[in-house]
């Protein structure tokens, strides 16, 4: 079957650094999506991998090892408007988007 | 910007009500997809269209049907609305069935069944 695995809730310091993991098994791979949902909000697009390594943008990195079936959202300098939930995604063969079920990201003053 | 727009974000209804929830969007995309969330799962995905008049069963269309007649507009319909359909459901659209574009979702709409 197709599983996507990301820790259930995490929390972190307003200011510091906070790594939020993916691990997926899927038939095949086109891509791995991140999104960021506030409560009671829609998910909205934050990065896209497709390729090995590390894509940055602003205080929010994303990084793909396609070999090893891992990927991790990477916020610098945290602030309180960060907390949120954080989703991975990925586009299997059919270019069909597999969901993980989501890390609540809490921020602490 | 893309904009999605579902019709409404909270309806209450009564089990056995025919429901409609309806899903706008306006970059002409090709493909909309409807999507229920529950709290500890991943989003699940209803039904999905790849253009006008087409749609596909996606994970979990028992109880649900869906209409695209106009390209922009894509409606979720439940039949017999039980309360296992209470949710939170979100509509979203992309590019094209291959792109890897990322999805737009609308605000979603919280149906409760009672």
């Known amino acids: 079957g197709q599983n996507i695995d990301q820790p259930t809730e995490m929390t972190a310091t307003e200011g510091a650094i906070v790594q939020i993991n993916c691990t997926y098994q899927?038939?095949?791979?086109?891509?791995l999506f991140w999104y960021q949902q506030h409560a009671g909000e829609a998910p909205t697009f934050l990065s896209y991998?497709?390729l090995d390594g590390l894509e940055e943008k602003g205080r929010f990195s994303s990084f793909l090892s396609r070999s090893k079936g891992y990927s991790y959202l990477l916020l610098k300098e945290l602030q309180m408007k960060d907390s949120a939930s954080y989703l991975c995604?990925?586009?299997?063969?059919?270019?069909?988007?597999?969901w993980g079920a989501g890390t609540k990201l809490i921020i602490k003053p | 910007d893309v904009k999605v727009t579902q019709s409404s974000r909270y309806l209450v209804k009564r089990t056995g009500e025919k429901v409609f929830l309806e899903c706008v969007q306006d970059?002409?995309?090709?493909?909309m997809f409807w999507y229920r969330q529950d709290p500890g799962l991943g989003l699940r995905l209803i039904y999905f269209?790849?253009?006008?008049?087409?749609?596909e069963k996606g994970d979990i269309p028992e109880g649900y049907s869906v209409s695209r007649e106009k390209k922009e507009r894509f409606s979720l319909i439940l039949e017999s609305a039980s309360t296992n359909q209470t949710s939170m459901y979100l509509c979203?659209?992309?590019?094209?069935?291959?792109?890897?574009?990322?999805?737009?979702f609308g605000n979603g709409t919280r149906l409760t069944v009672t």
């Open positions: 979203a659209s992309r590019l094209g069935i291959g792109e890897s574009s990322p999805l737009h």
């Open positions: 899927t038939s095949g791979f086109n891509g």
């Open positions: 970059m002409d995309h090709e493909n």
């Open positions: 995604a990925v586009f299997d063969s059919n270019y069909q988007l597999i």
């Open positions: 269209s790849y253009d006008v008049k087409m749609k």
């Open positions: 991998n497709v």
